[in-house]
């Protein structure tokens, strides 16, 4: 074989290989994304036990791109590893609640106040106006996945404007975390009539310049979330077997 035929050979290999590879990052982000979608979304409910089979098949995906995807959700808090084929989505909790909206309150009206205080663009502004006219009825899981989707947009496009960036990554992933939590608030109670009115109000304060009232109205429609997604999980049929008293009883030895 020629030198210049040795060139070309190497030069496909590694043509080759950057294929394969591109295909192998693509599939994983594919399975990384629609595995994520489903636990956010509580189609794979918290505390279910799921396998990579399973997970294989239901997504018509290769068994590698499952795995390095349960790898990014485990480090993301959303998977639990039971074993090296089985996981479980992490359970959700009163707790995760406290704890994700704790952090919210702390940031997201500063979040408002900061966008009120810069200013954002009338094209912003009208996107907000628009996003709080999102509507659902309790029984349909697509118009709950978009009323979500249309509030964490609100939301971050509030955040954006900020003018922080390090804020605003910080608040993109706590509304990830928040999506399957609010899932199950709004599953047995419509909000949309309070969104509609709170983010309509938060809107005209950010265009008035106003930060304290928006920072004010964003406090309010947290702590109110808050409590309504608290009452939903006590609701849960899997609680209504949970003996309450038994982590005390357990302190008492």
Partial sequence: MSARSQVRT?????SERRAADDQTGSLSERAYQRIRAEILFFQLAPGSRI???SLTERFSLRLAAVRTALVRLSQEGLIEKTDERTARVAPLTLE?????????????PKAAELAAQAGVSAADLQRLRRLAESRYEITNHRELVDFLKANREFNLLVATNSGNARLAAVLTHL??????????GIRSLNVSEWFHTTHVQIAE???????????QL??????????????ALLTLPELSRVNLAGSWLESRK
């Fill in 10 to 14: 190497a030069s496909t290999r590694r």
């Fill in 51 to 53: 396998s990579e089979a």
């Fill in 96 to 108: 995760d609640v406290r704890d994700v909206y704790g952090l919210r309150i702390m940031l997201e």
């Fill in 175 to 184: 509304q990830d975390l928040s999506l399957r939590i609010l899932y199950v």
């Fill in 205 to 215: 304060a950010i265009g008035r310049h106003d930060g304290a009232r928006a920072a």
């Fill in 218 to 231: 964003w406090e309010t429609d947290l702590r109110y979330g808050e409590r309504l997604i608290s009452d």
